[in-house]
């Protein structure tokens, strides 16, 4: 098994010299005071031990033992999870990102984000618990009453319950439209809510004495549709009036799901028999109100893709430089060993620079999402706000789908370096493929979101989110015009960047002819998006790598890597663009000819 060593380096790399953080918490009011540099240190330091030296020692116990569920419906953890979850409380860290009105610190939540890093890439599964309640915490923050938050809000934000968002129906989880579940009105203002919830995350567990779901329901006479739907708070134990935990309410675990990976959080059945329910928001709107954090959740599951890239490359590399196969084309390395290490073989390095580059690069996306994320939610300046918005609109599902599919990708890559041991299940490789996959699922499908990208992000807005995102990279490529040394990187950005404009173009005249034009592109021009945009965030950080090395540093090494690693990004990974770019304008008719009853015969 990999032992996880925090990336504390990278993180910093990225938080001060690619975004400055530390500029940008100065720069917002509510953060100045708290976010100061030597709090941001203290945070990363002390979150990086706890994950090097708790959770990360439970990934595989979570994966060995998963969760059991009993006869009476309660669920066991895996051994050592509650007991984290117990630390993790005591050390204050679910309040890190919320406001200290309901108990928190008032700390950003892109610091939030680089903690669920350390967390995710350590031990995703044990990460759920926690994460699941963030969903929770944003709902009844946005939309709450003043009294659902004194009662719900400060148990969630001190650890002390934990959280679920309860979406997903047997017959329907894209599709929510279609949901079924019931909300009848109680005569004391409540709801009993009935319905049958499957695969929710962290439904039902043993680490906390209440656990908060967040239900979407429909009421009696709703419109049919998306905008018939209602969101409700139903805990599991009725809270008293002094906050603590009264009579059980009607919502159980039916079963849990055993799945592919991620075996050490509870994938819940959740029966809702006239559970006990309070409506969160307007009535019917209750997808709205979803819609105001889900770029947050989203980007939650985006950082997903890192993580795992991330803890795949540690993982790979350490193998590659002991495990020893073969002499390297131009001669022994290691004369005085049996063989050479196999990181001496090109394609052993093809494998783990794509893994670096990916999780890298896909720090940098993550971490820019969440800097945009804090200004959209206590920027005082509105047009900052409003300009925030909307390059996170657009920027997330292209990190939700992108980074969760190569993230994919660079675990597969963590089990190919490691040849026949990659596929044995005590290095952890193989879990690593397996706790991934589902990434691209949940909080909306790859396809789902290519889908949200082109149609809704990109095209109904005749393409002004994109120009926008695009005059950021015009303008950085024009700064970098007569830079000799970068020209590798910014020749091809530019080229990319007119053509990601003329793909849009041509998919709209298409879509104006053919609807299934969009759905068919839609997979292409995300990945092709992913890919441009990683590049830009590359060739920003071999700008700074560049300017390190020219002025001088202690850590040639390490910026050299950065160079080498952003030209092996573009040289190797960028020309995936272009079959995806020719994929996406072959028209539709490619995949809607074959008539539904000739698919097999
Ligand atoms: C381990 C796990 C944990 C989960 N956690 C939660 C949770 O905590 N809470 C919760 O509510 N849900 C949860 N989910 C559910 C998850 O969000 C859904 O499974 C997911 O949204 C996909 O929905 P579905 O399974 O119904 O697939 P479907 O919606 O049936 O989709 C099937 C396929 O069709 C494609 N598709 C559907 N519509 C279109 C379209 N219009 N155009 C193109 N392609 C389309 C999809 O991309 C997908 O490939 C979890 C699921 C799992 C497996």
Redesign the pocket.
């Known amino acids: 098994m990999p032992a996880y060593k925090a990336p504390l380096r990278e993180i910093k790399f990225v938080m001060n010299e690619l975004l400055d953080m530390p500029g940008h918490y100065a720069s917002i009011p509510a953060y100045a005071e708290v976010a100061t540099p030597d709090m941001i240190d203290a945070i990363i330091t002390e979150g990086a031990k706890f994950c090097e030296q708790e959770l990360a020692p439970l990934n595989r116990v979570g994966d060995i033992e998963g969760c059991t569920r009993h006869e009476d419906g309660s669920v066991t953890t895996p051994t050592g999870f509650k007991e984290a979850y117990a630390k993790f409380v005591e050390g204050g860290w679910p309040s890190l990102a919320h406001d200290e009105a309901h108990g928190g610190q008032g700390l950003p939540e892109s610091l939030g984000t680089v903690m669920s890093e350390m967390v995710g890439s350590s031990n995703w599964s044990w990460g759920m618990y926690p994460g699941?309640s963030h969903g929770a915490m944003n709902t009844i923050d946005l939309h709450g009453t003043e009294e659902q938050k004194h009662v719900y809000l400060t148990k969630l934000v001190s650890g002390e319950w934990t959280g679920?968002?309860?979406?997903?129906e047997p017959?329907?989880?894209?599709?929510l439209g279609i949901l079924k579940s019931k909300a009848e009105a109680n005569a004391d203002g409540s709801y009993s809510i009935s319905g049958t919830?499957?695969?929710?995350?962290?439904?039902e567990h043993d680490m906390v004495d209440n656990i908060v779901h967040i239900v979407?329901a429909r009421l009696p006479g709703a419109p049919e549709g998306t905008k018939g739907i209602s969101l409700f708070i139903v805990p599991k134990f009725l809270p008293n009036a002094d906050g603590s935990v009264g009579e059980r309410n009607a919502v159980t675990c039916g079963s849990i799901?055993h799945?592919m990976?991620?075996h050490g959080?509870a994938?819940c059945v959740m029966n809702f028999d006239g559970a006990k329910g309070w409506l969160i928001g307007p009535e019917n709107k209750g997808l709205n109100c979803m819609f105001t954090f889900m770029n947050t959740a989203r980007i939650g599951t985006a950082l997903q893709g890192a993580t795992a890239a991330e803890a795949s490359f540690q993982g790979a590399l350490a193998y590659a430089k002991d495990r020893l196969a073969m002499r390297s084309l131009t001669g022994p390395k290691a004369p005085e060993k049996a063989a050479d290490p196999i990181i001496v073989h090109p394609d052993v390095r093809r494998m783990l620079l794509t893994q670096k580059a990916f999780a890298e690069g896909g720090r940098a996306l993550v971490y820019l999402a969440a800097q945009q994320n804090d200004i959209v939610k206590k920027a005082e300046d509105e047009e900052a706000r409003k300009a925030a918005d909307e390059l996170l609109g657009f920027l997330t599902p292209i990190a939700k789908a992108f980074l969760t599919e190569v993230g994919y990708e660079s675990t597969n890559l963590g089990v190919q370096v490691f040849g026949g041991h990659g596929f044995i299940a005590e290095w952890g490789m193989e879990q690593l493929v397996r706790d991934t996959k589902?990434a691209c699922?949940?909080?909306?499908?790859?396809?789902?979101q290519?889908?949200d990208l082109l149609g809704r992000k990109v095209l109904m807005t005749q393409g002004a989110s994109l120009r926008n995102f695009t005059k950021q990279i015009h303008k950085f490529c024009q700064s970098e015009e007569g830079n000799e040394g970068l020209a590798h990187l910014v020749k091809p950005l530019v080229e990319l960047n007119k053509e990601w404009g003329d793909l849009t173009m041509k998919i709209g005249m298409a879509a104006m002819k053919d609807r299934e034009e969009v759905?068919s592109a839609?997979v292409d021009y995300l990945m092709y998006s992913g890919y441009v945009t990683l590049a830009f965030l590359w060739a920003r950080m071999a700008k700074i790598a560049q300017d390190a090395l020219a002025n001088g540093t202690s850590e040639e090494d390490y910026y050299k890597a950065k160079l080498a690693t952003a030209k092996f990004y573009f040289a190797r990974v960028l020309p995936r663009t272009k079959g995806h770019a020719a994929s996406m304008v072959a028209g539709a008719n490619t995949v809607m000819d074959l008539a539904e009853e000739h698919f097999a015969f």
Do not use: P, Q, R, V
């Not at 919830?197 to 439904?203: E, L, N, R, T, V």
């Open positions: 699941l679920t968002m309860c979406l997903t017959h329907c989880g894209s599709d919830k499957i695969f929710i995350s962290a439904g979407l799901e799945k990976g991620i959080n994938t589902i699922i949940y909080e909306g499908t790859t396809g789902i290519a889908l759905g839609s």
